[in-house]
């Protein structure tokens, strides 16, 4: 049985996930816990989303707060591979949030998700 952090984090991606659709996105899940946990795909662009669901991080490092050092050297990698947008999707005070990783311009792929 997954551990309670665990099942915590299945069901953000799951909202993640949700959302997405409603938005338009194909999205497809990662069965096994690897980075990213979705692609989301819609209009010719794919995003790479990772999900966290800690409720507690610092906003003035929130990259550093949210991700592991073999994390954010996964995601520079995947920038660098496929130069796709890596997008970390959080959750603040129940609500979903989304951060650009590797300079991506936020304001585009936030206008991807309205």
Do not use: W
């Not at 003035?60 to 073999?70: D, G, N, V």
């Not at 996964?74 to 997008?87: C, G, K, W």
């Amino acid at each position: 049985m997954p551990s309670k952090n665990k099942r915590k984090g299945s069901r953000f991606e799951y909202r993640v996930r949700d959302y997405l659709v409603k938005k338009g996105f194909f999205v497809v899940r990662r069965t096994v816990s690897q980075f990213p946990d979705l692609i989301a795909m819609k209009a010719g662009q794919t995003l790479l989303i990772e999900c966290k669901s800690r409720q507690r991080f610092n906003p003035e490092k929130p990259i550093l707060t949210l991700l592991s050092e073999e994390e954010r050297n996964r995601a520079s990698d995947l920038i660098e591979q496929t130069n796709y947008p890596v997008i970390l999707a959080y959750n603040d005070k129940h609500k979903i949030k989304f951060l650009s990783f590797g300079g991506f311009n936020i304001f585009k792929v936030e206008a991807l998700l309205r």
